[in-house]
């Protein structure tokens, strides 16, 4: 079957580091998007991987191993307008996304 | 026009009443995608479109119909509403549907249906 997991929910301190995963099964692999979703509003691109690797673009990274089905995003230097709800999407076979639930990362002062 | 709008913002509609929510594109993306996002769970496709004059199925298109007659339209119709369908609407829109472009996403519809 097809699934995406992450966390529900994390919570992070202002200016620290968070990763926030994401695990996959599909029934094809074209690569992998990360949204940001404020409360309220419509999902923003992050950042798309589709080779091993990390792919670094500002304070944002994110991280992709194939073999292992396996996403991170990682935020540097968190800020307050960093809370929002971060989501995984996965390109299938067809080319259609499927994706994950999202993880509502709350930033504390 | 910039990006991708929809309307209305939000709407309260009765049990078998049809309504159809509109989404509009200004960036000449040829695929365009309606989804359905629910507390809890992913966004779910409703029904896409790889090019004008062309539609298909996503995950979930029991009690939806589109069309695409033309680049920037592409609006969603609810035949006879049912409290299941009570969900926030997501419109957007990709250069392709057959290759690894972003999706840019309108400001969603708030939909109840009573």
């Known amino acids: 079957g097809q699934n995406i997991d992450q966390p529900t929910e994390m919570t992070a301190t202002e200016g620290a580091i968070v990763q926030i995963n994401c695990t996959y099964q599909?029934?094809?692999?074209?690569?992998l998007f990360w949204y940001q979703q404020h409360a309220g509003e419509a999902p923003t691109f992050l950042s798309y991987?589709?080779l091993d690797g990390l792919e670094e673009k500002g304070r944002f990274s994110s991280f992709l191993s194939r073999s292992k089905g396996y996403s991170y995003l990682l935020l540097k230097e968190l800020q307050m307008k960093d809370s929002a709800s971060y989501l995984c999407?996965?390109?299938?076979?067809?080319?259609?996304?499927?994706w994950g639930a999202g993880t509502k990362l709350i930033i504390k002062p | 026009i910039a990006g991708i709008t929809q309307a209305p913002t939000s709407q309260i509609l009765a049990a078998g009443r049809r309504m159809t929510l509109r989404c509009t594109q200004d960036?000449?993306?040829?695929?365009m995608y309606w989804y359905r996002q629910d507390l809890g769970l992913g966004l779910r496709l409703i029904h896409y479109?790889?090019?004008?004059?062309?539609?298909g199925k996503g995950e979930v298109p029991d009690g939806y119909s589109v069309s695409r007659a033309n680049t920037d339209d592409f609006p969603l119709t609810l035949a006879s509403a049912v409290p299941s369908q009570t969900s926030v609407y997501f419109c957007?829109?990709?250069?392709?549907?057959?290759?690894?472009?972003?999706?840019?996403f309108g400001p969603g519809t708030r939909l109840t249906v009573l």
């Open positions: 991987n589709v």
């Open positions: 999407a996965v390109i299938e076979s067809n080319y259609q996304l499927i």
């Open positions: 479109s790889n090019t004008a004059g062309t539609t």
């Open positions: 960036m000449r993306h040829n695929a």
């Open positions: 599909t029934s094809g692999f074209n690569g």
């Open positions: 957007a829109s990709s250069d392709s549907g057959d290759s690894y472009n972003e999706q840019f």
